[in-house]
């Protein structure tokens, strides 16, 4: 089998390049990122996925939220376009499989924002969270419409040390762990205090998308699903930190990010998941502080 990854030197492709090779040993990997494929191109796009004989594409290339308020033109290219390029591609050339991962930023106003529950009204109000509903819809239409096999998780914010943050509202999480380990006690909060969103450990992701792309076809009763591990708010990450011997305090200086913060679910349901296809969480907000600090102090 042979395996493309776009975006392979963001937060999740840095982890999953390496994680697909140790789950498909007898698999071919292209890693690929801006520098060596521009997702907006549609005719490199399908060049390379026809001349690699690719069956199974993991779509990760993305403008995250606050990126995405500063270039909107930019987000929806990328993001949009991108993945219909894919599509198309895969389309045309016989792939067997296509992850693109959504986001909770496809919520927005109008829905229950505690135990945001799969299936309810996606009003966003960022581009970023634009790009990820009309995304949505696309997979749905090429499943429906040409049965390509396309799939798809609502992650909210990963927490990881390896994979660079790329400028999405959670970020702050992995700023104030990376500055705790590294021994800076005063950290700068651009959410403020009592945001509570929902988060996910990187190691969480991964399995996720593993056994999510390894579930029977006929097991999945809808296209994108919810997935979560813990909520949590700036407060809570500063006490978890202290509860484990590093000494940190927040002042908080909210920015635009917080508009978009106060867009998203503060709790996520992901019963649909579990039921469907076995999807778990393992590590909870003291876990997921316990190993990132141990992370971030052995890169010191």
Same mark, same amino acid.
């Given at each position: 089998?042979?395996?493309?990854?776009?975006?392979?030197?963001?937060?999740?492709?840095?982890e999953?390049?390496?994680?697909?090779?140790?789950?498909?040993?007898?698999?071919?990997?292209?890693?690929?990122?801006?520098?060596?494929?521009?997702?907006?191109?549609?005719?490199?796009?399908?060049?390379?996925?026809?001349d690699?004989?690719?069956?199974?594409?993991?779509?990760?290339?993305?403008?995250l939220?606050?990126?995405?308020e500063?270039?909107?033109?930019?987000?929806?290219?990328? +993001?949009?376009?991108?993945?219909?390029?894919?599509?198309?591609?895969?389309?045309?050339?016989?792939v067997?499989?296509?992850?693109?991962? @959504? @986001?909770?930023?496809?919520?927005?106003?109008?829905?229950?924002?505690?135990?945001?529950?799969?299936?309810?009204?996606?009003?966003?109000?960022?581009?970023?969270?634009?790009?990820?509903?009309?995304?949505?819809?696309?997979?749905?239409y090429?499943?429906?419409?040409?049965?390509l096999?396309?799939?798809?998780?609502?992650?909210?914010?990963?927490?990881?040390?390896?994979?660079k943050?790329?400028?999405?509202?959670?970020?702050?999480?992995?700023?104030? $762990?990376a500055?705790?380990?590294?021994?800076?006690?005063?950290?700068?909060?651009?959410?403020?205090?009592?945001?509570?969103?929902?988060? $996910?450990?990187?190691?969480?992701?991964?399995?996720?998308?593993?056994?999510?792309?390894?579930?029977?076809?006929?097991h999945?009763?809808?296209?994108?699903?919810?997935?979560?591990?813990?909520?949590?708010?700036p407060?809570?990450?500063?006490?978890?930190?202290?509860?484990?011997?590093?000494?940190?305090?927040?002042?908080?200086?909210?920015?635009?990010?917080?508009?978009?913060?106060?867009?998203?679910?503060?709790?996520? +349901?992901?019963?649909?998941?579990?039921?469907?296809?076995?999807?778990? @969480?393992?590590?909870? $907000?003291?876990?997921?502080?316990?190993? $990132?600090l141990?992370?971030?102090?052995?890169?010191?």
């Amino acid at each position: 089998m042979n395996i493309l990854i776009t975006g392979a030197k963001g937060q999740i492709g840095t982890e999953l390049v390496p994680f697909l090779g140790r789950s498909y040993p007898d698999s071919q990997i292209f890693s690929t990122d801006i520098d060596t494929l521009d997702v907006t191109d549609a005719s490199k796009v399908d060049q390379f996925i026809g001349d690699n004989s690719i069956s199974q594409v993991f779509h990760l290339a993305a403008l995250l939220s606050g990126v995405g308020e500063r270039s909107p033109r930019k987000t929806f290219d990328v +993001n949009l376009l991108g993945s219909l390029n894919i599509l198309e591609a895969s389309r045309d050339r016989g792939v067997l499989q296509v992850f693109i991962p @959504s @986001s909770i930023a496809v919520f927005g106003r109008d829905y229950p924002r505690d135990n945001t529950p799969n299936d309810t009204v996606l009003r966003p109000l960022s581009m970023y969270g634009v790009t990820k509903v009309a995304g949505e819809v696309l997979h749905e239409y090429y499943t429906s419409r040409y049965g390509l096999d396309v799939r798809s998780l609502r992650f909210p914010g990963i927490l990881s040390s390896r994979g660079k943050p790329g400028g999405g509202t959670t970020d702050y999480a992995i700023h104030m $762990l990376a500055q705790a380990a590294q021994g800076e006690p005063n950290f700068v909060s651009f959410l403020k205090q009592g945001t509570r969103l929902p988060f $996910l450990h990187i190691d969480d992701v991964l399995e996720g998308i593993v056994t999510f792309m390894n579930a029977p076809r006929e097991h999945l009763s809808r296209r994108v699903y919810n997935v979560t591990g813990f909520s949590a708010a700036p407060e809570d990450f500063m006490f978890a930190i202290q509860k484990h011997g590093n000494p940190i305090s927040v002042t908080y200086e909210p920015d635009f990010r917080q508009a978009i913060a106060d867009q998203w679910p503060r709790s996520i +349901n992901d019963t649909r998941a579990r039921k469907d296809w076995g999807w778990r @969480s393992q590590l909870d $907000l003291e876990e997921t502080t316990l190993r $990132l600090l141990k992370d971030f102090s052995e890169d010191l």
